[in-house]
């Protein structure tokens, strides 16, 4: 009796452990949606699976381990196939997925890994408890090496089974492939040529030489704020950034670079480049309105940007090409240099000092630690001298 009593609260303390990695799952699931994994947009942003965000996939995915595993553990012959092959696909799909944020996007996303640690937790208490029947049932029936007859040996068993988890991994990581794909995005002529020339080269010339800056000209400070045209982040900060520009301006030199981590953003950066290298005077009150374009439209065209630049009384004028192009790949240089891999982010840098403060992320970017960071970076300047 005392036997049967520890098997029934060691399976129930197993289920309990189940249920809470499946809460857990859709919980992270639902937490990514936010995106407060990173405080800010990166490359994933652009990423779907089967046309849908992960975190629903996430969700409908654990949901349905739950199910599967509620219905298999009250059902009189207890079979988990169903559950057994969700568990080593969803590994597989994990595996894939970690190959993209390595490869793909080149960061990595905390609450995503943790999704990923659970599904793998699943599976190892899973095979656990595969294992500790196994044993049980061997000890039950006092059998330790015994084979019935008419049943394959071990080995060989052992290997079916192993080929079938593998199969089944695979299949997982083929779904994964075949699933995730980058949003569309309707890119104009320019936009797709600025795409093709965005590869870091280490022969560019540095930001610092470029004519793209407004404020104190003599200043030793550089202030370069980089942004994304839709990024929920960016935008949310923007007022707070742009009340402190003034005090910015009067201290330092700063300027504005486009990091298009959303692939829509590649419409509209040869209009903002445009405005930082021929028409500084109006560079914020430009980038407002492309800033309300881009929150009222999800997909942006060049010729709409301008438009809606020139209703405003906003003389523009079109860089050359080649000097946007230039620009971009500059600053993807940059962002490498300085491993900056979202938006928002400010990078201050005194010239003379080489010292460096970057800010990565909408929790750390703010007009009141720019500033500070500008003090600071003053401070050592005069240490320095």
Same mark, same amino acid.
């Given at each position: 009796?005392?036997?049967?009593?520890?098997?029934?609260?060691?399976?129930?303390?197993?289920?309990? &452990?189940?249920?809470?990695?499946?809460?857990?799952?859709?919980?992270?699931?639902?937490?990514?949606?936010?995106?407060? =994994?990173?405080?800010?947009?990166?490359?994933?942003?652009?990423?779907?699976?089967?046309? @849908?965000?992960? &975190?629903?996939?996430?969700? /409908?995915?654990?949901?349905?381990?739950?199910?599967?595993?509620?219905?298999?553990?009250?059902?009189?012959?207890?079979?988990?196939?169903?559950?057994?092959?969700?568990?080593?696909?969803?590994?597989?799909?994990? #595996?894939?997925?970690?190959?993209?944020?390595?490869?793909?996007?080149?960061?990595?996303?905390?609450?995503?890994?943790? #999704?990923?640690?659970?599904?793998?937790? #699943?599976?190892?208490?899973?095979?656990?408890?595969?294992?500790?029947?196994?044993?049980?049932?061997?000890?039950?029936?006092?059998?330790?090496?015994?084979?019935?007859?008419?049943?394959?040996?071990?080995?060989?068993?052992?290997?079916?089974?192993?080929?079938?988890?593998?199969?089944? !991994?695979?299949?997982?990581?083929?779904?994964?492939? &075949?699933?995730?794909?980058?949003?569309?995005?309707?890119?104009?002529?320019?936009?797709?040529?600025?795409?093709?020339?965005?590869?870091?080269?280490?022969?560019?010339?540095?930001?610092?030489?470029?004519?793209?800056?407004?404020?104190?000209?003599?200043?030793? #400070?550089?202030?370069?704020?980089?942004?994304?045209?839709?990024? *929920?982040? =960016?935008?949310?900060?923007?007022?707070?950034?742009?009340?402190?520009?003034?005090?910015?301006?009067?201290?330092?030199?700063?300027?504005?670079?486009?990091?298009?981590?959303?692939?829509?953003?590649?419409?509209?950066?040869?209009?903002? !480049?445009?405005?930082?290298?021929?028409?500084?005077?109006?560079?914020?009150?430009?980038?407002?309105?492309?800033?309300?374009?881009?929150?009222?439209?999800?997909?942006? @065209?060049?010729?709409?940007?301008?438009?809606?630049?020139?209703?405003? *009384?906003?003389?523009?004028?079109?860089?050359?090409?080649?000097?946007?192009?230039?620009?971009?790949?500059?600053?993807?240089? /940059?962002?490498?240099?300085?491993?900056?891999?979202?938006?928002?982010?400010?990078?201050?840098?005194?010239?003379? @000092?080489?010292?460096?403060?970057?800010?990565?992320?909408?929790?750390?970017?703010?007009?009141?630690?720019?500033?500070?960071?500008?003090?600071?970076?003053?401070?050592?300047? @005069?240490? !320095?001298?």
């Amino acid at each position: 009796m005392t036997t049967i009593i520890k098997k029934i609260k060691a399976r129930a303390n197993l289920g309990l &452990a189940f249920h809470g990695a499946f809460w857990g799952g859709i919980l992270l699931s639902l937490f990514s949606l936010s995106d407060m =994994c990173t405080g800010g947009c990166s490359a994933v942003s652009d990423y779907r699976i089967f046309g @849908t965000r992960f &975190a629903y996939m996430g969700v /409908f995915y654990f949901s349905l381990l739950a199910g599967s595993f509620a219905i298999a553990s009250y059902a009189r012959e207890k079979r988990y196939y169903v559950f057994d092959a969700l568990v080593l696909a969803g590994v597989g799909a994990e #595996i894939y997925f970690v190959i993209i944020q390595k490869f793909g996007v080149h960061q990595w996303c905390p609450i995503c890994l943790s #999704i990923c640690a659970v599904v793998v937790l #699943i599976a190892v208490m899973r095979g656990y408890e595969l294992n500790r029947d196994r044993l049980r049932q061997k000890a039950a029936s006092g059998l330790v090496e015994e084979v019935d007859k008419g049943k394959a040996k071990p080995v060989l068993r052992f290997a079916g089974v192993a080929l079938i988890c593998l199969l089944t !991994v695979i299949s997982g990581f083929a779904v994964a492939v &075949a699933g995730v794909k980058k949003t569309p995005v309707a890119l104009s002529s320019q936009a797709k040529r600025l795409l093709s020339g965005m590869a870091p080269d280490s022969l560019l010339n540095p930001l610092e030489h470029a004519d793209i800056w407004i404020g104190k000209a003599d200043s030793p #400070i550089d202030v370069y704020l980089v942004a994304d045209w839709y990024c *929920g982040y =960016c935008k949310k900060i923007q007022p707070d950034i742009e009340k402190s520009l003034p005090d910015v301006a009067s201290k330092a030199r700063y300027t504005w670079l486009d990091m298009p981590v959303h692939m829509a953003s590649l419409n509209v950066v040869p209009v903002s !480049v445009s405005l930082l290298l021929n028409s500084r005077q109006d560079v914020q009150k430009g980038r407002k309105i492309l800033d309300g374009l881009t929150s009222k439209k999800q997909s942006v @065209t060049d010729v709409e940007a301008i438009e809606a630049l020139k209703e405003a *009384g906003i003389a523009f004028m079109p860089a050359k090409e080649g000097e946007v192009r230039r620009l971009v790949a500059e600053t993807v240089n /940059f962002c490498k240099i300085h491993d900056i891999s979202m938006t928002p982010s400010a990078v201050i840098i005194n010239r003379s @000092t080489g010292v460096t403060k970057v800010l990565r992320g909408a929790d750390d970017v703010s007009g009141v630690k720019i500033v500070a960071a500008i003090a600071m970076l003053q401070s050592a300047d @005069t240490a !320095v001298k």
